[in-house]
């Protein structure tokens, strides 16, 4: 079955403490992107990628990065959380890029305290 | 750059009524539209899109959206709508610079 994995689900942390939201896909496609989901907000981009080792900044980077080592997998990594990073984090993919249709993971929902 | 309205953050409609979700873009250039519908605790989902051709395109669910170049516009309707339908929609517009969605219409249904 195509589909957009993460992991986890759900995350409850602590400010500072380091952690990781993978995100896998089995299509093969090209471009992945990170958002975050907050109330009243929408859907906000943090980072994409093009393509294995090529990764760009989306409209919220700050206190965010990414790595995208194999096409499948690119992992969101929040290196000291802070409570405004408490959000519904969605990563998606796509063949060809943020003009073709995206297709999304089930969603993370982080909690810092 | 580009960006998204959606008037309306919440809409209730009765079950079997018509629906129409509105959603004005701003780009330069012909766009690439799309609209997304997210469902409780779930991620988003393709409804339709656009890219050229017939202003009018068909998406799945029953839904269709028409784009108006000379409105900026891009509105979803649905002729009858399904107590299923109850969902959050996303319009969104991308071009040669990322993916920018608007902030949501939440879709209520009523009896």
């Known amino acids: 079955e195509a589909q957009v994995t993460q992991n986890p689900r759900y995350l409850i942390t602590v400010t500072g403490k380091k952690l990781t939201v993978t995100c896998s896909q089995n299509?093969?496609?090209?471009?992945m992107s990170w958002y975050r989901q907050d109330p009243g907000l929408g859907l906000r981009q943090i980072y994409y990628s093009m393509n294995v080792e090529v990764t760009d900044k989306g409209d919220v980077p700050e206190g965010y990065k990414v790595s995208r080592k194999e096409k499948r997998n690119f992992p969101l990594i929040l290196e000291s959380p802070s409570p405004n990073q408490t959000s519904l984090y969605f990563c998606?993919?796509?063949?060809?890029?943020?003009?073709?249709?995206?297709?999304f993971g089930p969603g993370t929902r982080l909690t810092v305290l | 750059a580009q960006s998204v309205t959606q008037p309306d953050i919440h809409i209730t409609v009765s079950e079997g009524a018509s629906l129409e979700l509105r959603c004005n873009y701003s780009?330069?250039?012909?766009?690439?539209l799309f609209w997304y519908v997210q469902s409780p605790g779930q991620g988003l989902q393709l409804l339709l899109k656009?890219?050229?051709?017939?202003?009018l395109v068909q998406g799945i669910k029953g839904f269709e959206a028409e784009f108006k170049r000379s409105q900026s516009s891009f509105n979803l309707r649905k002729p009858s709508v399904h107590w299923s339908d109850a969902a959050e929609y996303f319009c969104a517009v991308a071009g040669n610079t990322p993916l920018v969605f608007g902030k949501g219409t939440r879709l209520s249904v009523i009896a």
């Open positions: 998606a993919s796509s063949d060809r890029g943020p003009a073709d249709t995206q297709y």
């Open positions: 780009y330069g250039a012909t766009p690439y």
């Open positions: 656009y890219f050229s051709g017939d202003t």
């Open positions: 299509m093969n496609h090209e471009y």
